[in-house]
């Protein structure tokens, strides 16, 4: 980092959220800290996004491009950004004023950390909090022979908390766009876990907002039970993921070899719908390298009993 305040982009994704995104361009324009540019890429919005948009012309740079998916838009605006530092945020989230500010410090505290990230708080539609900050203990330090041995299970950090270096996010480009249409925050945060050191803080920085349409919590938002065709969803994203991974890693020329049958998300949807063992789902829990033994124990004993809410 080149001065004691490096510029940093604030990158918004958004796709027909325009009643939510000036809460979301507000919310950077309000950050305590002064040398920020902001960019949004609409991934071909139907709503009234590019009206809200021209209502902060001057102070954003508005991208236009057909639909293409949350990795599209990775795609379209990381290079776009001039910053050292790239924060990411979805267009129906919000950033608290201290954020940047906050993370631009930790970065200058880890330069190893290609990545940073903090907790965050779920919010309703309303504003109101929704439950405590999340996650519980954000992971810290070098993760990856962690994030290896647990077949790439970790509680990814969602979008709007993350900050990247640019000269590192940039090798994963561009992010596959098929399959699924949203969710490459996890692939972002897979390749980082896999390639640098990670730097959080247990600060909520964040709100993410649960508002009945979201592109991916619909249907994921309660902790435990989630219809047979959302665990199946859940299956296959895993898979998709780790397809991804593959693909971008062998493109730069690394090695890629993670076990899917390690890997505790992956695992346990399965037993939930009655296509892996007991066996299985509890081998994944305790080789999650991401939490203590007691918590591993204590996640397989609840693993068990959400089985009986899948006849």
């Known amino acids: 980092m080149t001065s004691d305040q490096p510029l940093v982009t604030a990158l918004i994704n958004t796709y027909n959220y325009g009643r939510y995104l000036p809460f ?3 919310s950077v324009l309000n950050q305590t800290y002064p040398n920020i540019e902001i960019i ?3 991934d071909g919005s139907t709503d009234h996004t590019p ?4 209502q902060y012309e001057g102070r954003v740079r508005a991208i236009r491009t057909e639909n293409g998916g949350q990795a599209h838009a990775f795609n379209i605006g990381i290079p776009q950004a001039r910053g050292e530092l790239i924060m990411l945020l ?3 989230d919000l950033w608290l004023p201290t954020k940047v500010e906050r993370m631009v410090a930790l970065a200058r505290k880890r330069p190893s950390a290609g990545m940073l990230y903090h907790q965050y708080l779920n919010i309703d539609r309303n504003g109101r909090i929704q439950g405590p900050p999340a996650p519980p203990t954000p992971v810290d330090g070098d993760f ?3 994030y290896r041995k647990g077949g790439g299970h970790w509680w990814c950090p969602v979008t709007s908390v993350l900050t990247l270096r640019a000269d590192h996010i940039r090798r994963a480009l561009p992010i596959p766009t098929y399959a699924v249409r949203e969710g490459a925050d996890t692939v972002v945060t897979d390749f980082c876990a896999m390639t640098t050191e990670i730097a959080s803080i247990s600060e909520v920085h964040a709100h993410r907002r649960l508002h009945g349409a979201n592109l991916y919590a619909t249907g994921r938002d309660t902790t435990w039970y989630r219809s047979k065709e959302i665990r199946e969803s859940d299956v296959r994203r895993v898979e998709w993921r780790m397809a991804t991974l593959r693909q971008i890693f062998q493109r730069a020329g690394l090695n890629f070899k993670i076990d899917l049958r390690r890997n505790e998300w992956h695992a346990t949807n399965l037993y939930w719908l009655g296509r892996a063992s007991l066996w299985r789902a509890s081998r994944a829990c305790m080789l999650n390298g991401e939490h203590g033994i007691l918590h591993r124990w204590r996640r397989l004993k609840a693993v068990r009993a959400v089985r009986q809410l899948y006849p």
């Open 40 to 42: 949004v890429v609409d």
């Open 144 to 146: 990856r022979n962690k």
């Open 51 to 54: 009206e809200v948009l021209a």
């Open 24 to 26: 979301a361009i507000n």
């Open 90 to 92: 979805d267009a129906d």
